[in-house]
């Protein structure tokens, strides 16, 4: 049965900018990473326990400082790192500063094979990025997420229709057709186009993730 494990994505708004609050492993195997390393604060959790509350346990003990509760958290979703492991995450509003986290720790023998014992945290640092650069510091098996908050995000913000069927500008759904006629007519052209190339990027990017499996079974 493959691994199972939670997390939290808080996010923030700065001068209209929409922040992601995500961490990096501590320990040697992972000090000269960057890109492609940082995570959610998240951690395993058994079948039988409630996965929201494993989340915010984790965030605890990775960053030590209580969740964010002045908002509910929103579903997410879950996704598959490549190494199979299965991610669940609740996206919650709020602010943390970084430069205080003080995170739980392990020991594992280093340097390999000498018979020593050391400690490491958990997670050496914290940082707050907006969604394009957080995209590249994520594990690929995290990214998704990034998205999901894009899209949650976006649909808050989709102006409320009243039952005249005019949103909240007094625009109707006929000036709204008419408006995109053009942009959709040249979004079919372009999904044509590009039709074969994809079918060729996503082989790609499926062998790229397969070679990853193992640092993100890891994480």
Known sequence: MPKLSAGLLVYRSVNGTIEVLLVHPGGPYWARRDDGAWSLPKGEYQVDQDPLTAAMREFREELGVEPPSD?????????R??????VSAWAIEGHL??????????????P???GL?????????????DLNVAR????SGQVGFIDRLSELLSAREQPRRGS????EFGRGAESELGGHRESLEETERTTREREGGTIGQGRLHDATEKRRGEDEEAR
């Open 71 to 79: 908002a509910s958290p929103a579903f997410l979703g879950e996704l």
């Open 81 to 86: 790192q490549a190494g199979g492991k299965r």
């Open 136 to 139: 590249s510091k994520l594990l």
């Open 97 to 110: 500063d970084t430069a205080t986290i003080v995170s739980n720790a392990f020991t594992m023998e280093w």
């Open 117 to 129: 014992t050391r400690e490491f945290p958990e997670v050496d640092r914290a940082g707050w990025f």
């Open 164 to 167: 005249s069927g005019r949103d």
């Open 112 to 114: 390999p094979h000498s």
